[in-house]
């Protein structure tokens, strides 16, 4: 996905739809751990995350018809997001979680943002440390908040 917004048209569709292929997998591992966690959907987090996924995709929208692994991969990255947003409530390390929900959203959208408006190289470099730096932060908060347990 990253790789897309350094290039243009069809390649960069191309590139993109493989991208979201693979980490669709990513996102759909992050639900089952989130939900057998006891993560739960909240309201409120599900709207942020609805409302910046449709944000994006009119941003990223050609004006044709939705692209369907896009579209799959946005419903996965929402639900994680959504569940992980929602978590932050837990006692447990629920605070990591629901910001790594939060800065995977990020992450995605520097990414159509960065296609859309980094056209010059100095914008395509903050660009790029900006999706890189937030995907890593995000994991890392994902993958420790679910993983620690919290001490009496």
């Known amino acids: 996905m990253y790789r897309s917004s350094r290039t243009e048209g069809e390649l960069s569709r191309a590139m993109m739809r493989r991208g979201a ?3 669709a997998v990513q996102q ?7 939900v057998r966690d006891g993560a739960r959907p909240r309201r409120g987090p599900v709207g942020v995350a609805a409302t910046t996924l449709a944000g994006l995709a009119v941003l990223d929208s050609d004006g044709g018809a939705p692209d369907a692994v896009l579209t799959g991969y ?6 994680m997001s ?3 947003l929602g978590d932050g409530c837990r006692a447990r390390t629920g605070r990591a979680v629901a910001l790594g929900g939060a800065l995977f959203l990020v992450s995605d959208a520097a990414i159509i943002v960065g296609q859309r408006f980094a056209t010059s190289p100095r914008a395509q470099a903050i660009s790029s440390g900006v999706i890189l730096s937030t995907y890593t932060a995000a994991l890392a908060l994902l993958v ?3 993983r ?3 001490t009496p």
């Open 82 to 84: 959504a569940l992980a």
């Open 148 to 150: 620690d347990e919290v």
């Open 74 to 79: 946005g419903l996965l990255l929402g639900s």
């Open 144 to 146: 420790h908040g679910l």
């Open 21 to 23: 292929s693979a980490f």
């Open 28 to 34: 759909a591992g992050l639900v089952a751990l989130l």
